[in-house]
């Protein structure tokens, strides 16, 4: 028969085994049968082999209906078979099934090599025979079983005399198994273990203690060449005709072993970098995170638990937003939003610690995809305290300038006008006693005059966009150009000025001074035109969060040495003969975009024409 132990083992093994009872019934089927024909061992088991076949051969026939207590009927064959897998295909097999005795239930083994495997190497192996040196039927299901195995089998007696070896043993420790058979044990494990094994050995025997774990225990063996082989075993022991003897099934992990060392390795080698990016981000003075779509934390530096005061412990079940007071939480939420959808966005809030204090940040964050691609949001948080503080007094002195500046030159106007008013009468009343220089300086003096009232209304509009600026609405931004196109028809007409615009958007924001803006930058387009008619083009492009727009036009130029001076407060580049002007306008539309949360700037080259750019904060969904 063969042993019960050894299909434990067969289980083990890369082999295509089935266990049948004697009628065929399938009892069990290792995988490698189950992958061969498609099926799974659960859907086999209880299901007759034969209706498998499409064809029973006659010798199977034989050994599955067979009985040897009535006739002379084959307990053991070797036969081809064809079995029909799970999708309806055919594969053959050569299959080599032996009949158990009668007076046992170990019923059938089966064991099938598809014919795509190479030939059993059955040649190349002794015989294996029973203890009374007659060969049996169940030492020949054995070898052949064994026969077909890509893993090692030896059997071993209780003297550790190696009784049988499979040609698998040659390829793994360079012995063929005509060289092992009838030697020790001994000769297969290295110098400095065989001591210990002997003692096991006897240990067992007397006590049936096992000191190490039969079902699988790694152990080096000794390969013929002299060096070392790292095999997994699995050990047990039967009795054949009443003696005992011990089989080991064995592999060579070598290859798996230094794929494992290597993954360790690789494994410290990630742990040493990611301990070596922490100690970076807890080095640095700034808070850092990682959020993910549901805003809760994955990851932070050191620097957060000492600024809010809560342990690694406690963040780990908090929600990102319990760090900030309720009333920044629509601002934060719209900002996480926008990381996701733009890639990138900053925005200042109150960072609300353990202790219930309010500690002002600068939160930069970008999105990126975690090791599972799942979206997330990392960025750092920067303390602000210091810059808001000198901001905050910047706004205070910035509003008392306002103020001295809107009282000045409100009080500035009723003196001038009286100035004004006298240099009239006084040119009125003495014009007969007046000479040609006289008059002349009259008229200098009055034009003076006129153009300090034309200054001061400047300096007033420019100290009023802050303080008396209209609440912000959604504005048309296309209403608001038709609107100054109409009011500047008359400077359009006498230029023969050429405007076109592309559609605009919808903002929010102070429709007086927006309008402001796009009649002070077409005004000075139209202005500065040189001796061509004037061409001015309006576009607006989406940026990210903010719209992009431009007034573009093909007059002089403005050098880039300038770009900067001529946003600043009565700066002017041309003289008032050549171009009238305050030198405010630019000052002013400037002051307008920034106050509706933008920039300005122009990109000009001399003779090339200029193109003032500026942005506006975008609403959802408000397209051109």
Same mark, same amino acid.
């Given at each position: ?23 065929? %019934? ?50 053991? /064959?070797?036969?081809?078979?064809? /079995? ?44 294996? @025979? ?11 299901? #054995? ?26 043993? %040659? ?7 005509? %060289? ?30 096992? !000191? ?13 060449? =002299? !060096? ?18 011990? &089989? ?91 990381? #996701? ?16 204090? !309010? ?61 004004? @008013? ?19 300086? /009259? ?63 919808? &903002? ?46 093909? =007059? ?22 050549? !171009?009238?002007?305050?030198?405010? =306008? ?22 090339? =024409? ?15």
């Amino acid at each position: 028969m063969v042993p019960r132990e050894l299909a434990s083992l067969l289980a083990q093994a890369d082999v295509a085994v089935v266990q049948l009872t004697q009628s065929g %019934e399938i009892i069990t089927a290792t995988d490698t049968f189950a992958e061969q024909t498609g099926y799974t061992p659960e859907t086999l088991r209880g299901r007759s082999l034969q209706s498998l076949l499409p064809t029973v051969p006659e010798r199977l026939e034989a050994v599955l209906g067979g009985d040897p207590r009535a006739t002379n009927a084959t307990t053991a /064959i070797t036969v081809p078979v064809t /079995i029909t897998t799970a999708n309806g295909d055919t594969a053959v097999f050569d299959g080599y099934f032996n009949r158990s005795s009668p007076d046992t239930d170990d019923g059938i083994i089966g064991t099938l090599h598809h014919r795509s495997e190479p030939p059993s190497m059955a040649a190349s192996r002794p015989e294996w @025979s029973g203890p009374h040196g007659t060969e049996t039927a169940p030492a020949k299901a #054995f070898a052949a079983l064994a026969d077909a195995l890509s893993d090692g089998i030896i059997v071993l007696d209780t003297d550790s005399k190696i009784q049988y070896a499979n040609p698998a043993v %040659e390829r793994i420790l360079g012995y063929t198994p005509h %060289e092992l058979v009838g030697s020790s044990k001994l000769s297969i494990i290295p110098e400095r273990l065989r001591k210990a094994h002997l003692q096991a050995l006897n240990r067992y025997l007397e006590t049936g203690d096992r !000191h190490i774990d039969w079902e699988y225990v790694e152990l080096p063996g000794q390969h013929k060449s =002299g !060096h070392e082989v790292l095999l997994g075993i699995s050990l047990n022991d039967f009795f054949f005709d009443e003696d005992r003897y011990f &089989v080991g099934l064995f592999r060579d992990i070598s290859p798996r072993k230094e794929a494992e060392y290597a993954l360790r390795d690789r494994e410290r080698q990630l742990n040493q970098y990611k301990e070596y990016t922490d100690d970076i981000l807890n080095a640095i003075d700034d808070v850092f995170y990682v959020v993910d779509a549901d805003v809760s934390l994955q990851r932070w530096n050191q620097r957060v638990c000492e600024i809010t005061g809560y342990t690694d412990e406690e963040i780990a079940s908090m929600h990102a937003l319990e760090f900030f007071n309720e009333d920044d939480h629509e601002s934060i939420t719209n900002t996480i939003e926008e990381v #996701f959808e733009t890639g990138h966005a900053r925005v200042e809030a109150d960072l609300l610690t353990k202790d219930g204090t !309010h500690v002002p940040y600068e939160f930069i964050a970008a999105a990126l995809e975690d090791p599972a691609g799942n979206p997330v949001l990392a960025g750092i948080g920067r303390d602000i305290t210091t810059r808001t503080e000198q901001r905050r007094k910047l706004e205070a002195s910035n509003e008392r300038l306002e103020q001295f500046a809107y009282a000045a030159s409100h009080d500035l106007q009723e003196p001038l006008r009286m100035v004004s @008013s006298y240099l009239q009468l006084i040119e009125q009343r003495y014009s007969d006693e007046l000479d040609t220089d006289g008059e002349e300086f /009259i008229e200098f003096a009055v034009d003076g005059a006129e153009r300090m009232r034309e200054m001061i209304d400047g300096l007033l509009e420019y100290s009023r966009v802050e303080t008396q600026g209209e609440t912000f609405e959604p504005v048309a931004l296309d209403r608001v150009l038709e609107d100054v196109v109409d009011d500047l028809q008359l400077q359009i007409d006498e230029s023969n000025a050429e405007i076109s615009a592309e559609e605009l958007p919808r &903002v929010s924001g102070d429709r007086s001074q927006l309008r402001q803006v796009f009649q002070n930058l077409l005004s000075n387009a139209i202005e500065y035109s040189g001796d061509e008619p004037p061409a001015v083009e309006i576009s607006a492009e989406r940026d990210g969060s903010m719209w992009r727009l431009a007034v573009a036009d093909s =007059g002089l130029g403005i050098d880039p040495d300038d770009a900067d001076r001529i946003f600043q407060v009565f700066q002017r580049l041309h003289d008032r003969t050549e !171009h009238s002007g305050t030198g405010l =306008g630019l000052a002013l539309t400037q002051r307008i975009v920034e106050r509706h949360g933008g920039e300005i700037w122009v990109e000009s080259e001399p003779g090339d =024409g200029a193109t003032f750019v500026f942005t506006l904060p975008a609403n959802t969904g408000d397209e051109p």
